[in-house]
């Protein structure tokens, strides 16, 4: 591929999902079944992996749901690590609506070729939150299928490490009910905490890390309104006056602890381009984010379909995806264009100046046009602490080019999201804890 210095690779494995998540960022359509089928006959002879770097450490399985292809990828694990000698770990993001027999299987033969293991459960919170992103009765399958999937590992004798954690993502309507009923607030944590201990409690097998990772994100990129972000800006105070952690506040933190190596761009931004790249057998791309963009069967039948069926389709209506396509998403037999991409997303991780000065001048406009904080219209350092928060914190070029065309200019959305008070809030936060 020339990518010598790749170490991590986010690979297509699946095309199809049994859920139908209101915020999921891959629309759904009648194709994808099929695009399933050609993922899982690609998958079967392992040959997909003979093309990916040899420094490879880390492989992600990405797609829709991991676990419909979980069984092929188990029985190619020896040829796997053949291929890629230096492998470390495999990492998946699951709704774990399967039976968590597969996952356990996975985890016996990652044991025997010495392969880490480290999973993400999606998991937005009590019923009242994931079954009404992601369908009814969801959160009790979810849940029971935790505590089988214990069971199971407990009979497990592991050399491997093996962790879990939460993945919980609010949409801003999750936020407003929430904040209309203080009370959801503290059952959504007691949630996470009750679950975590009492898997924690069950678990016997000394190999297996449980995280209580219940700080939730929002859905990304979203489409904010400056009423938005007075919403999150009231959320996030009420975190912060009873002590709930908030993935945003250590992200800023991380931030403010390291300001000192600063000049360390990549080292702040988000990995994909730089040591992390998709690859879906035939091309590679920024991330797993813009896998199924190059399959024109699907990319027409997501526009045959009313917009109303998914939850945002705008990015193919407009014509953003041809941008990307073009320029994003490269052969990987095309040493040329390679060359190209990762000449290109060297800008993006390498530099600052251009990126944090657009923001910067987002930031400025609209809070002259009354869309953000009059604070960031007056106080240059609190625009320029935004503008960094933006670009570190909320590091993605794969959503800056569906937004806005290019990998060095945010959506303007997110700037709304956190320039309505949430941000002020995480600057003092950070104090608190230490990040002066």
């Known amino acids: 591929m020339g990518l010598e210095l790749i170490e991590a690779c986010e690979v297509l494995t699946s095309g199809w999902c049994p859920l139908r998540c209101v915020y999921c960022y891959i629309p759904k359509s009648d194709k994808m079944k099929k695009l399933h089928a050609d993922i899982v006959r690609m998958l079967y002879d392992g040959r997909i992996f003979l093309m990916l770097p040899k420094n490879i450490r880390s492989i992600g399985l990405w797609g829709t749901e991991p676990t419909l292809t979980m069984k092929i990828i188990e029985n190619n694990l020896d040829k796997i690590k053949e291929c890629l000698p230096r492998l470390e770990r495999i990492d998946f993001s699951t709704n774990m609506m399967m039976p968590p027999e597969i996952i356990v299987s996975l985890i016996r033969k990652a044991d025997e070729v010495g392969i880490n293991v480290s999973f993400q459960v999606s998991l937005d919170g009590p019923e009242w939150i994931t079954d009404s992103n992601r369908g009814k009765g969801v959160t009790r399958r979810i849940v029971n299928n935790l505590r089988k999937f214990i069971n199971l590992i407990n009979n497990v004798k592991l050399s491997i ?34 679950l975590t201990d009492e898997l924690k409690s069950m678990c016997r097998n000394d190999k297996l890390e449980i995280i209580n990772s219940s700080a939730p994100t929002l859905v990304v990129p979203g489409k904010y309104t400056s009423s938005d972000g007075k919403e999150l800006a009231k959320f996030f105070r009420y975190l912060a006056d009873n002590r709930y952690p908030n993935a945003y506040v250590f992200r800023a933190l991380r931030v403010f602890r390291y300001r000192n190596e600063l000049y360390k761009v ?83 991780h390498d530099f600052w100046k251009l990126k944090l000065s657009i923001t910067y001048t987002l930031i400025k406009e609209l809070a002259a046009a009354g869309q953000v904080s009059s604070v960031y219209l007056h106080d240059d350092k609190m625009a320029e602490m935004l503008s960094l928060f933006i670009n570190t914190a909320l590091s993605c070029p794969m959503e800056n080019l569906l937004n806005t065309g290019s990998i060095h200019i945010p959506t303007i959305s997110l700037i709304r999201v956190f320039g309505n008070g949430a941000f002020e809030i995480i600057v003092d936060e950070v104090r608190r804890y230490g990040g002066r």
Request: proline fraction near 3%.
């Open 161 to 194: 490490n093996v962790s879990m954690r939460w993945k919980p993502t609010l949409a801003i309507g999750n936020v407003r009910e929430m904040n209309r009923h203080p009370e959801l607030i503290h059952e959504y944590y007691h949630f996470f905490d009750k």
């Open 266 to 348: 990549r080292m702040f931004t988000c990995s994909g381009g730089d040591s992390n790249i998709g690859f879906d057998g035939r091309c590679i791309h920024i991330c797993h984010r813009t896998f199924y963009y190059n399959n024109p069967e699907y990319v027409e039948s997501i526009l045959d379909m009313p917009e109303y069926q998914n939850w945002d389709v705008s990015h193919f209506r407009r014509g953003s995806i041809n941008n990307i396509n073009k320029f994003y998403i490269v052969d990987a037999n095309d040493e040329f264009n390679i060359a190209r991409f990762q000449y290109v997303m060297r800008g993006y």
